[in-house]
């Protein structure tokens, strides 16, 4: 039997796929066409996996070839807010690497106990998926389960963790068109956190 693709290169980073689970259904999500991402295998996990079998699977890595793990997969990373916690701390512990996520910034509503300020000195980097520039908007392209409250709690998550993680951004991906890309970056100036504009190409670069 094939192992779980749990960690995997994509265009020479590391990323790490701990979970299938997300509350949203993006239009533009590469779910909906495929199981792979750039020339890797299936990343439809089988299981959740264990914090043990992620921390197994990446003592397998040859991890001097890599400077960052990303955690982001087929499914949403902050759904297992605590594991990705535990399983970053035990990386960073071992190797120094730098740990970002990218994530559609809806934890809080995920999973409500939560404390944010558990990402202190573990994570580097928070990528948060804008998708658009108003709840509306937002709930049309997402599809997310939680409904028009997602665009400000995603918001409100980006305000938080922008205040004590050195390096956080909002994304958009270009196909919302450059009308919308423009009012995005008003909502993400407005806020006072950066926006970077993401080309979608194939199955692959919606992981950037």
């Known amino acids: 039997m094939k192992a779980m693709k749990i960690f995997y290169d994509l265009n020479g980073a590391l990323y790490a796929n701990i979970t299938n689970k997300c509350p949203c259904n993006c239009t533009f999500c590469i779910r909906h066409n495929d199981e792979t991402v750039g020339e890797n295998d299936s990343l439809w996990l089988e299981h959740e996996p264990t914090v043990e079998e992620i921390m197994d699977a ?3 890595v040859d991890a001097s070839k890599y400077d960052e793990v990303v955690f982001c997969g087929f499914g949403e990373p902050m759904e297992r807010p605590w594991e990705l916690i535990e399983a970053a701390e035990y990386i960073k512990r071992r190797t120094g690497m730098k740990i970002r996520i990218n994530t559609n910034g809806l934890v809080s509503l995920m999973h409500p106990t939560f404390d944010l300020y558990s990402m202190r000195g573990v994570i580097d980097s928070v990528s948060i998926s804008l998708n658009a520039s108003d709840p509306e908007k937002y ?3 997402t599809k997310s389960r939680f409904g028009l409250p997602s665009y400000n709690s995603m918001l409100n998550f980006a305000i938080i963790t922008h205040s004590f993680i050195p390096d956080v951004k909002l994304t958009v991906v270009d196909v919302i068109g ?7 970056r008003r909502r993400a100036a407005d806020i006072g956190v950066p926006l970077r504009v993401r080309a979608y190409i194939s199955n692959n670069r919606e992981y950037d």
Do not use: A, P
């Open 58 to 60: 990446f003592d397998e």
């Open 139 to 141: 709930l049309e392209i």
């Open 178 to 184: 450059e009308e919308e890309v423009e009012k995005c």
